[in-house]
């Protein structure tokens, strides 16, 4: 495990996440570099400020994702917008790029020096939104220390939402840990079906047995529910309860994270 790994491991780390919007190139695109770059910061002030002292940044506005590619007008602002926000508060960053872009998103945290990297598609081949993707875990790991990167960790995402699994509906959710693990993950993510809907606390369940590795859930979290999970899980990614009304799209509200903290405190 890597160092972030490894302090991740028990914290209870809510991690806030930011959905950048629509960067350049993409078709829902609105808005130039530089509004795209003060809004994100201004949301990672926002959660600062809250109390969340782990920030997520996302590319999840420029649908439709493709498939493990991504253009260096998107890695170029990712790494911008991470470099900044890292630069500007005392918080632990990392990023995602859809879709499947583990490489990409690999080589952007280590420009901007972040922390860490959610990955899907690290084991196994699943069907996506956009179609097959096959495991990277191999070609990933060597190009971490190609760059010299062992530093940031690699969440990967297990049987991963938005997709099908029917190729692998043989193997267990506790194998498919065991077998990410293997591969030398730092952190595993389980997650629900969908962008915010509840995780199975039963999965949870089953993979901290299995685990020796930082259990991460991906989705689904409210402060009514987290108290659930607080004994088989590590971190929090909190996306879409963040949000006005508590959809992913909408502004972050400074209500909502309160809640979440005075919650998480309180367990």
């Known amino acids: 495990m890597t160092k972030f790994s490894k302090l991740l491991k028990g914290s209870k780390t809510v991690i806030g996440m930011i959905h ?3 960067l350049p190139g993409t078709p829902n695109n609105n808005l130039p570099p530089a509004e795209i770059i003060s809004l994100a910061i201004n949301e990672a002030t926002i959660y600062a400020s809250e109390g969340i002292n782990t920030i997520g940044i996302e590319n999840m506005h420029d649908v439709p994702y493709l ?7 998107i890695t170029s602002m990712m790494a911008i917008i991470g470099h900044e926000i890292k630069s500007k508060l005392d918080v632990r960053c990392g990023m995602q790029i ?3 872009s583990n490489k990409e998103a690999l080589g ?10 959610r ?3 690290f084991i196994f081949g699943h069907i996506a939104d956009e179609g097959m993707m096959n495991s990277d875990a191999g070609e990933l790991l060597r190009y971490r220390r ?12 297990i049987k991963k939402k938005h997709s099908s699994h029917q190729i692998t509906k043989d193997i267990s959710l ?11 993950s730092d952190g595993l993510v389980v997650s629900g079906n969908e962008t915010g809907q509840e995780t199975d606390i039963n999965d949870v369940k089953g993979v901290s047995e299995v685990t020796e590795l930082p259990v991460i859930i991906g989705s689904g979290i409210t402060p009514e529910n987290i108290a659930n999970y607080y004994n088989y899980a590590d971190a929090f990614i909190v996306g879409s309860y963040f949000k006005e009304d508590g959809i992913w799209s909408q502004k972050l509200s400074s209500k909502r994270i309160a809640a979440m903290v005075r919650t998480v405190s309180n367990l």
Not at 108 to 117: H, K, M, N, T, V
Not at 146 to 157: E, G, P, R
Not at 174 to 184: C, E, I, S, W
Request: no cysteine; charged share 15%.
């Open 146 to 157: 190609q760059i010299n990167a062992d530093n940031i960790s690699i969440f990967t995402d």
């Open 67 to 73: 498939n493990r590619n991504a253009g260096p007008e």
């Open 98 to 100: 859809l879709a499947g």
């Open 108 to 117: 952007a945290a280590y420009s901007a020096g972040l922390d860490f990297i």
């Open 119 to 121: 990955a899907e598609g």
């Open 174 to 184: 506790a194998d498919t840990a065991k077998a990410a693990q293997f591969f030398l």
């Open 20 to 22: 950048l919007q629509a």
